[in-house]
């Protein structure tokens, strides 16, 4: 989606006005402004635009904005500074920050790679190729395949591959499935649905992208799991233009700073993301997810 200027701070004030917020995303928050030296304050909410003032995007153009922007890169590679909350995690505020990690991510296969260490020999590595995935979180070691149900496991910290992909590329939730638009006074919201023929016909939701209506800009997805249960709440803190490595291309728009909710664990996943290089070569071997 194309942003605006002033891009982090009016995401973070819609952000407020989300519904489904839940008290321990809320402290997470404030905890990981604390954790990354920030000093947490905000300007001062603007009056809210009269709706009648706010265009009324139809679903082709909201879908093809969001399309053309993740068609502008094809490879993701760059720093990766994450903090995990999670109630099985000792210390202050069930907190555990990681630095100095490396992200990369190819679109079109929907690999993905990210390795991060903390003091203590605590990591986090995670490992798809496209369709099965290895996860190293702490000293939980599990593998599956893409798109596999969550299930509430006791001390489980769920990061799982394809959700970071649909984080980092959201065109993914179009692809073979039924679309529908709904508009609010603020916010649109682009439903994605699976037809399903057994055992009797019926749509089933799979995830929802709410777009900032005044800027046209992602602010949030919730994917949901097979049994229509919220499988992952994906928050967009800061999008920035990233060069697509070729003068005469427009510039991406990347999430830099997002956050990913498992309600069900409970876990919080913060990620932030410099250095950000598009359309560079990956190696392949860090994709290589054993057997």
């Given at each position: 989606m194309p942003a605006r200027k002033g891009t982090e701070s009016s995401n973070a004030i819609g952000l407020r006005r989300l519904a489904g917020m839940t008290v321990l995303s809320l402290l997470a928050i404030g905890a990981v402004v604390a954790a990354w030296g920030c000093a947490g304050a905000r300007e001062p909410e603007p009056s809210l635009t009269r709706a009648d003032k706010?265009?009324?995007r139809s679903l082709d153009v909201l879908k093809a904005s969001i399309v053309a922007n993740s068609?502008?890169?094809?490879?993701?590679?760059?720093?990766c500074d994450m903090t995990i909350l999670n109630p099985s995690?000792?210390?202050?505020n069930n907190a555990l920050v990681l630095r100095a990690g490396r992200i990369a991510f190819d679109r079109r296969s929907r690999r993905v790679s990210l390795a991060v260490r903390g003091l203590g020999g605590n990591r986090v590595?995670?490992?798809g190729d496209g369709s099965a995935y290895e996860a190293t979180v702490l000293e939980d070691v599990y593998r599956g395949s893409y798109g596999?149900?969550?299930s509430a496991e006791t001390g489980r910290i769920h990061l799982m591959p394809d959700d970071l992909a649909d984080a980092l590329d959201p065109s993914n939730?179009?692809?073979e499935r039924a679309l529908t638009l709904t508009h609010g006074p603020l916010f649109s919201q682009i439903h994605a649905l699976d037809f399903i023929t057994e055992p009797a016909k019926h749509f089933k939701m799979t995830g929802t992208?709410?777009?900032d209506r005044r800027r046209e800009s992602n602010l949030a997805i919730l994917k949901y799991d097979e049994d229509g249960s919220v499988r992952v709440q994906i928050v967009y803190l800061t999008v920035r233009p990233c060069s697509a490595g070729d003068d005469e291309s427009l510039p991406a728009e990347v999430p830099t700073r997002l956050r990913l909710d498992y309600p069900q664990d409970p876990t919080i996943v913060l990620l932030q993301l410099t250095n950000v290089e598009l359309n560079t070569e990956l190696d392949a071997d860090q994709f290589m997810v054993r057997q």
């Open positions: 706010v265009p009324y068609r502008r890169w094809q490879t993701l590679k760059a720093t995690i000792p210390g202050p590595k995670l490992v596999d149900s969550l939730l179009f692809w992208i709410t777009i």
